[in-house]
Nanobody, 118 residues
Framework: VQLQASGGGLVQAGGSLRLSCATS????????MGWFRQAPGKERELVST???????YYADSVKGRFTISRDNAKNTMYLQMDSLKPEDTAVYYC?????????????WGQGTLVTVSS
């Protein structure tokens, strides 16, 4: 199983980035997917999730600025991040779990660093 997050980088406040999570080794279309982030010195937090049929959730801190999506044909999940703020600076991780009710995610990617300068 592999989850490969990419698309991070350095951007000025107000800018945009698009993260991708390319997956393999499991039936992507049947998995509940999520994006998490961890800022320096802080705990990991949930950013957004998307179900296999496209239902979405966003943390209040990113609602209206971030958009999660998935392409089941390409086994890939995306996170479009607009109007970025310095407080969005973190390592972003993609994750997958087979059941929406499960407390723990089954698989994790390696993370991609997003740095937003003021």
């Amino acid at each position: 199983v592999q989850l490969q997050a990419s698309g991070g980088g350095l951007v000025q406040a107000g800018g945009s980035l698009r993260l991708s999570c390319a997956t393999s080794g499991f039936t992507f279309s049947r998995y509940f997917m999520g994006w998490f982030r961890q800022a320096p010195g802080k705990e990991r937090e949930l950013v957004s999730t998307i179900s296999w049929h496209g239902s979405t959730y966003y943390a209040d801190s990113v609602k209206g600025r971030f958009t999660i999506s998935r392409d089941n044909a390409k086994n890939t999940m995306y996170l479009q991040m607009d109007s970025l703020k310095p407080e969005d600076t973190a390592v972003y991780y993609c994750s997958a779990k087979s059941s929406v009710a499960a407390l723990e995610y089954d698989y994790w990617g390696q993370g991609t660093l997003v740095t937003v300068s003021s």
